[in-house]
């Protein structure tokens, strides 16, 4: 699978400072900065240090079976079109020779919404979809339960509070406040596209 996340620091020196740091225990495949320049730090075959604690789908050692892909980004401002462009060239081929589907290509608060927000509300899914590298369903479901819709698009066991964050991040960015009805009918649609898929 594809892990996406962004790296929380104030720009790209800083980042690719502690991702090359042995001593942080962190790193990643690759990184992308805002002006769209491309640095590898992992081979793609080679396990990094990207995903920590956490699951999807029933897997729990999310490092040994994906590529992590950090986007130089505070994760309060809009990722740039630089950058946008270089990522989607990057994941349709890496997506191509390693055989990814769409599904599998998830953001880091999907596998660990406990204690992970990226990469965040202002990552544009949507587009990525519309160019067949990530899952967005249109449209909404029944209005079924939500935990079990959750459980069944990948979500780890999670506070309920965390899971429905990390859930509005992907899929409804914009929704504030207590679980409504808008997100049990969308998180039954999508769950029901993760299971076609």
């Given at each position: 699978?594809?892990?996406?996340?962004?790296?929380?620091?104030?720009?790209?020196?800083?980042?690719?400072?502690?991702?090359?740091?042995?001593?942080?225990?962190?790193?990643?495949?690759?990184?992308?900065?805002?002006?769209?320049?491309?640095?590898?730090?992992?081979?793609?075959?080679?396990?990094?240090?990207?995903?920590?604690?956490?699951?999807?789908t029933?897997?729990?050692?999310?490092?040994?079976?994906?590529?992590?892909?950090?986007?130089?980004?505070?994760?309060?401002?809009?990722?740039?079109?630089?950058?946008?462009?270089?990522?989607?060239a990057?994941?349709?081929?890496?997506?191509?020779?390693?055989?990814?589907?769409?599904?599998?290509?998830?953001?880091?608060s999907?596998?660990?919404?406990?204690?992970?927000?990226?990469?965040?509300?202002?990552?544009?899914?949507?587009?990525?979809?519309?160019?067949?590298?990530?899952?967005?369903?249109?449209?909404?479901?029944?209005?079924?339960?939500?935990?079990?819709?959750?459980?069944?698009?990948?979500?780890?066991?999670?506070?309920?509070?965390k899971?429905?964050?990390?859930?509005?991040?992907?899929?409804?960015?914009?929704?504030?406040?207590?679980?409504?009805?808008?997100?049990?009918?969308?998180a039954?649609?999508?769950?029901?596209?993760?299971?076609?898929?």
């Amino acid at each position: 699978m594809l892990v996406l996340h962004y790296t929380g620091m104030r720009d790209a020196e800083a980042a690719l400072e502690r991702l090359c740091d042995p001593g942080a225990e962190v790193s990643a495949h690759f990184v992308i900065c805002p002006r769209g320049t491309l640095f590898q730090l992992v081979p793609e075959e080679a396990r990094a240090w990207h995903a920590g604690a956490g699951g999807w789908t029933g897997v729990s050692d999310i490092n040994s079976r994906s590529i992590g892909i950090e986007l130089v980004n505070t994760g309060a401002q809009p990722f740039s079109e630089p950058q946008m462009q270089v990522l989607e060239a990057l994941m349709r081929d890496l997506m191509g020779r390693h055989a990814i589907l769409p599904r599998d290509v998830i953001g880091h608060s999907d596998m660990a919404p406990a204690r992970k927000d990226d990469p965040g509300p202002r990552f544009d899914w949507r587009r990525l979809a519309r160019h067949g590298l990530a899952l967005w369903p249109e449209g909404m479901g029944a209005d079924l339960p939500l935990g079990p819709s959750l459980t069944a698009i990948g979500y780890p066991p999670a506070p309920p509070e965390k899971r429905l964050q990390a859930f509005r991040f992907r899929f409804d960015p914009a929704a504030r406040g207590p679980e409504t009805a808008r997100d049990r009918r969308r998180a039954s649609a999508v769950a029901a596209a993760f299971i076609r898929a």
